[in-house]
Each structure stands twice: as structure tokens, then as C-alpha cells.
């Protein structure tokens, strides 16, 4: 296991996401909170489907970041659209690159930090971003959350940083969907996005919604109880 820390770790701050997808019993397949944004957790929907329709839409371009790719269904999509004339990137963990069943290019962040972001940028128009990669275990065996979101303007953020990261370069400031208004969901990459967390946690007055695998940041921890 690697021990790097993880430089590209997206953080979303979609409390009330979470929040609607909360509850007793199973949650919906997807959650359509409106035209623009799709929502829901991979152990109860077919992401891989629902990705291989997003890659299906393509006519121009699709960019891939993900730590790992091993999903058949995705993979295949990914290289018919290549065949077709789609222009297709991946920016994968140079760890994990062997593992990889994609046939077209591939390229390595060759650092030392993990490339911990997954999201998918479809003809600069729509955007698949969340905590699951593209592997069966992360799409079927765990809970991972994730978002369908159709904006040009995020789309054309995501798009940037992923330039800016297969340049070895960092990502600028956080993607807002309106200057000089707060935005209902922002963006963040590192090392942007610790800051705008302990921001949030210490403006929370009622209720705090959060899910993740572990926690151990100290003033995280201290901000909670």
C-alpha cells in the first residue's frame, strides 16, 4: 500500500446532496435534484452504465482522471469512442497503470503524490465527478457517492486542471458557478480545499452532513465535537 500523500483529492461540498440521499431504507437509483444535477450512490445505481452513456454522447472529447480503471463496460465505451474520432485522455496513478484494459493513451501523473481525482469531462458540457474509481470493488462492493453535473463552466474548470495536472502543474482556485455570489456548489483541489472545509464546518449553526472513510485531521476533529 502507498504511503504518498494524496495531492488530488477532490472535495465536494454538497451538504445538501448528502442530506437528500439520506434516510431509512434503500436510497433512490438516482436522484435527479434538477435538470442540471444528477445524483447517487454507486452500490444502489449501475454507474458503469450510466458512465458508458455518458462516453456513448460523446462527438468531440472525453477526459478521464482516475486513480485506477479496470470497469470492461467503461473501458470498451472509452475505446469505441477513440475508434469513432472522439478525442479520448485518461490521467491515471503510475502506480496502478498496469492494471489498466484501455487501449488508448494513458498518462502517468509520475510524482510522488497520488492522483486521487476521479471525474470524467464530456464535450466541455458535462461532468461525472465523485469518490468512486473505476474498478468493480469501488462501484459494487463500496459505498461511493457521485455527481452528474451538466455545466460548461465546470467542465470547462475540470478540463483546465486536467491540463494543469498532466503538466505536473497545480490547479488554480476553486471552480464557483457565479462571481461575487455563493455559488450552491463549488469545486475544490488541493491544497485549496482543507481551508474551505474548516471554513464551512465553522459557518455550520444547525446541522452537519458529511460521509467519509476516515478522519483523522486534528482541527477537523476539534471543529466536530
Known amino acids: 500500500m502507498s504511503t504518498r500523500p494524496a495531492a488530488g483529492r477532490w472535495l465536494l461540498l454538497f451538504l445538501l446532496v448528502t442530506a437528500g440521499l439520506s434516510g431509512c431504507g434503500r436510497p433512490p437509483v438516482r436522484h435527479y435534484l434538477s435538470p442540471e444535477l444528477e445524483a447517487g450512490l454507486t452500490r444502489y445505481s449501475d454507474l458503469p452504465a450510466r458512465l458508458v452513456e455518458l462516453v456513448d454522447s460523446a462527438r468531440e472529447e472525453v477526459l478521464v482522471a482516475t486513480y485506477e480503471a479496470q470497469l470492461p463496460s467503461v473501458l470498451t465505451a472509452l475505446d469505441q469512442a477513440r475508434r469513432r474520432g472522439v478525442s479520448v485522455r485518461m490521467l491515471q496513478d503510475d502506480a496502478t497503470l498496469g492494471d489498466t484494459g484501455f487501449f488508448g493513451p494513458v498518462t502517468t501523473d509520475r510524482n510522488r503524490y497520488l492522483m486521487h481525482a476521479k471525474f470524467m469531462v464530456v464535450d ?7 469518490s468512486a474509481n473505476l474498478t468493480f470493488s469501488s462501484v459494487y462492493r463500496n459505498d461511493n457517492d457521485y455527481l452528474i453535473i451538466r455545466s460548461s463552466g465546470l467542465a470547462d474548470y475540470l478540463a483546465g ?3 494543469l495536472m498532466l503538466d505536473g502543474r497545480v ?4 471552480f464557483q458557478d457565479a462571481a461575487g455570489r455563493r455559488p450552491d456548489c463549488r469545486v475544490y483541489l488541493n491544497p485549496w480545499c482543507r481551508a474551505a472545509l474548516l471554513e464551512e464546518l465553522t459557518a455550520a449553526r444547525r446541522h452537519i452532513f458529511f460521509s467519509l472513510y476516515a478522519l483523522t485531521d486534528p482541527e477537523v476533529i476539534r471543529l466536530l465535537g
Open 124 to 130: 466541455r458540457r458535462t461532468v461525472w465527478i465523485g
Open 161 to 163: 486542471a486536467f491540463q
Open 171 to 174: 490547479p488554480g482556485r476553486p
